[in-house]
Every structure is written in structure tokens, then in C-alpha cells.
């Protein structure tokens, strides 16, 4: 019964189309099989006070503008899950809600790594009244989960630089290339004071996170390492020199 947590470095919701990074989810979901549940933390949801969503089938969230129709007309139509929403309550005082559904951060991965849509899903917000360490040490009271087989998942990037993305391609910044590392190893040691505190992991670490919401979810995925889990990194790309693809698997 036991699960890992992963974070899915998720870019562009044009991934959710298909292509290499989909690809690699994929891959993430035949190793898994299918878990008792997903709890999502996504760099897409924001709020004041902490929230999880609680309905039978969560909507598909199109929270994004300026993309095709076929992106548009994508649906995801996994099953929500009341009781692990209200076991998530117990743990974190989440405020059960059905004001919100599953986002573009969380349907477009998602829709590879479980294409048949039959994994329940649930997602819990990021509470913007938490620092980083709040976000960790509120990310610690769910680890009882990976024991009643539910897979804790993150959503964002390691390096989301929207005003540096080259939109045709190119090297990665060197600033992005050593933040990335310099997150890959403190996953690979379990150093989470210097995740907590990301702003002192690389030279120039603030280009890499100029805001936090994506690079947050991460801290829901590492708070789970304990002793003895293996941590596996996939899709390690930085794409457009300054959005990173990488995938982290813990456990």
C-alpha cells in the first residue's frame, strides 16, 4: 500500500497535447500502478487559508487563455474522492470545497500518467498566509497518507522564469542550470532547510524563482523523504532557458 511522492515539473499546459515530457509521465504512471488516490498540490491554486477540494467529479479547470481549441476542449474526468478530502481535513483543517476543480497543473500531467482517468484525485490548496516553512511543515502532517496508498503529488517547476523563456528554443540560462542542480542535490541529500530557504541554495536564485507558487509544491513532495527512499529524477530538461521539466520521484 505504501506510495511514493512525486513532483511533476509540468512547463506549458501545451505538454498536455502530447510530446518527450509527456512521454516521461507516462513512464511515471506504468511504475506506479494504480494508488488508492492522488493528493495534488498545484502551483495553480492559491488561496487565503487552506483548502481541498471534496466533490465526486471535479471539473476540468481551463485556467489559462491564449491557447488553441483543442487544448481548450480537453477534459479530464478522474473521480474526486469525499473521504480522502474529509481524511485530509483531519490532518491539516483543510476546509473541504467544491469551489474549485482539477487545474491545468494538475489535468495536464495527470492525463498521462493515468489516461483512463480512474485514479481519484484530490487537490489541496496553497495557503498564501504560510511561509516556506509553513508550506513544509503543514506538507509533514500528511504523511500518514503514503500509507493508506495515496500518492502525494506536486505540480510547478524547479526554475519558472516566464519573462526570460525563450519562445524559440535555445541553451538554458546558466543561473537556471545551477539552481536546478543545486535543487536536485538537496532532494538527493534531504537537505530541506536549504529547500526551505531556496533563496541561499544557488547565486542569483531569485531569477530562477522571481515568484514562489511554482517552486512551493516541491516542498509538499520533499517534506515525505524518509530514511532509506529513493530519489529519481525524470524529464531533467530546462526548456526555453529558464522553465525546468524535472520530475522527482521519492520513495
Known sequence: MRQPAVFFGHGSPMNALGGPYAEGWRRVGEALGKP?????????????????????????????????????????????????????????????????????????????????????????????????????????????????????AGSGDFVHNLRTWKRDGGEAYSWAVAFNDAVKAALTRSDHDALIDWVGLAEDAQLSVPTDEHFLPLLYVAAQAEPGDDVRFFNDVIEGGSISMTGVRIG
Open 36 to 152: 488508492a488516490g492522488v493528493l495534488m498540490v498545484s502551483a495553480h491554486w492559491e488561496t487565503q487559508g487552506l483548502g481541498v477540494t471534496a466533490q465526486e467529479r471535479p471539473p476540468t479547470i481551463h485556467d489559462f487563455g491564449n491557447f488553441g481549441p483543442e487544448l481548450h476542449a480537453m477534459q479530464y474526468p478522474a473521480p474526486g474522492s469525499p473521504a480522502l478530502a474529509r481524511r485530509v481535513n483531519k490532518l491539516t483543517g483543510a476546509v473541504q470545497t467544491d469551489s474549485w476543480g482539477l487545474d491545468h497543473g494538475t489535468w495536464s500531467v495527470l492525463a498521462h500518467v493515468w489516461p483512463e482517468a480512474d485514479v481519484p484525485i484530490v487537490q489541496l490548496s496553497l495557503d498564501r498566509r504560510l511561509d516556506a516553512r509553513g508550506h513544509f511543515e503543514l506538507a509533514r502532517r500528511l504523511q500518514p497518507l503514503r500509507d493508506e496508498g495515496v500518492v502525494i
